[in-house]
């Protein structure tokens, strides 16, 4: 799953606006970015296989340290617990809020990707395959994260048109990229892919964070 990874982001960003939105942007993707840094380093493996599912091209048989359900659990309970001690505005609940969003990636991927998810290590290994129906798993990423940006647009108002007009226009450009990744070629090499992965999480993230702050919560 890529895009559909944000939806939890704004449905938390909804409820709890004291999180910064830029933060649950990484933190839903913290896991992908732990992966993509591993395998640039060469610790965590990936081939580009065409064909291996019917929408994505990546045999992902080696990535212990971060896909498998011990280390998201890990990632999480990190995260969790440093936002809890990040500054005097984040308590236990903003910090549980961080960990539910970093495994959240996990549930998610859970869905989607083929038995290439360990539960510890590298061994006994689940996925439920729905990449090899691509337009099922284009639509369910679509939803999660439409989903989740009508309750934080429901739940904000705009302050000007960028606020208004913003997250609108970012929704279609990542629902683009989406489509591109799922319709277009395999990328060239895995370093490829997770240069490619990394960029694309903090520029989404650098985005978030500048429409958001033309929001503001419907309370203020």
């Known amino acids: 799953m890529f895009i559909g990874h944000y939806g939890p982001s704004f449905a938390i960003k909804a409820y709890w606006p004291s999180v910064p939105l830029w933060l649950l942007f990484i933190a839903v993707q913290l896991v992908d970015v732990g992966w993509a840094t591993l395998v640039l380093l060469d610790i965590e493996k990936v081939r ?3 064909g291996i599912t019917a929408s ?11 896909h498998s359900l011990l ?10 617990l440093l936002y809890r001690y990040s500054g005097s ?11 539910a969003a970093v495994f959240s990636h996990w549930i998610l991927d859970l869905i989607v990707h083929r038995p290439d998810l360990a539960i510890y290590d590298d061994t006994i290994k689940v996925g439920l395959g729905l990449w090899n129906f691509p337009v099922i798993a284009s639509v369910l990423e679509v939803a999660v994260l439409l989903g989740g ?6 739940k904000t108002k705009a302050k000007n048109a960028v606020g208004r007009f913003g997250f609108p226009v970012f929704g279609i450009a990542m629902i683009a990229i ?7 070629p395999p990328p060239t090499s895995p370093n490829a892919a997770a240069i490619t992965a990394l960029v694309a999480y903090f520029v989404f993230a650098f985005v978030a964070k ?3 702050r033309q929001r503001e919560d419907i309370n203020t």
Do not use: C, E, H, K
């Not at 994505?56 to 971060?66: A, G």
């Not at 280390?71 to 969790?80: G, H």
């Not at 940006?149 to 429901?154: H, I, N, S, T, V």
């Open 149 to 154: 940006m009508a309750l934080y647009l429901r």
């Open 56 to 66: 994505n091209p990546l045999d992902l048989y080696y990535m212990p340290y971060t």
């Open 48 to 50: 580009i296989v065409p």
């Open 178 to 184: 989406q489509a591109s990744v799922f319709f277009g």
């Open 89 to 99: 505005m984040s308590g236990w609940l903003l910090g549980m809020l961080v960990g």
């Open 210 to 212: 500048l429409i958001d």
């Open 71 to 80: 280390a998201a659990i890990a990632w999480s309970a990190a995260a969790a």
